[in-house]
């Protein structure tokens, strides 16, 4: 069973940074597709970024190419998403996903709980 916990999340204002985790355990992720949406208040769900475990391929959402980094640490199980030059239309629930297989639209199968994040103006 795949499980995907997200941390990292918070209340910070217009300008900051913030480093959201996501720690994956259940599997050897070797041959997944790791990645970040976000939904917004009355949104849909929004694609951020995905990259296959082996790093050789990376997308990001046009919105937030610049702004935005996905990383991992494969000893740890971990992938990040790092928000620098934070704006209030960031303001959403951050959720880690993974799955086998990438194609778009993206679809993961194993979604985290999410993570709140709230920009201030």
């Known amino acids: 069973q795949v499980q995907l916990v997200e941390s990292g999340g918070g209340l910070v204002q217009a300008g900051g940074s913030l480093r959201l985790s996501c720690a994956a355990s259940g599997r050897t992720f070797s041959s997944y597709w790791m990645g970040w949406f976000r939904q917004a208040p009355g949104k849909e769900r929004q694609f951020v970024a995905a990259f296959s475990w082996s790093g050789r391929s990376l997308y990001y959402a046009d919105s937030v190419k610049g702004r935005f980094t996905i990383s991992r640490d494969n000893a740890k199980n971990t992938v990040y998403l790092q928000i620098d030059s934070l704006k209030p239309e960031d303001t959403a629930v951050y959720y880690c996903?993974?799955?086998?297989?990438?194609?778009?639209?993206?679809?993961?199968?194993?979604w985290g709980q999410g993570t709140q994040v709230t920009v201030s103006s």
């Open positions: 996903a993974a799955d086998q297989d990438y194609r778009r639209p993206w679809s993961p199968d194993y």
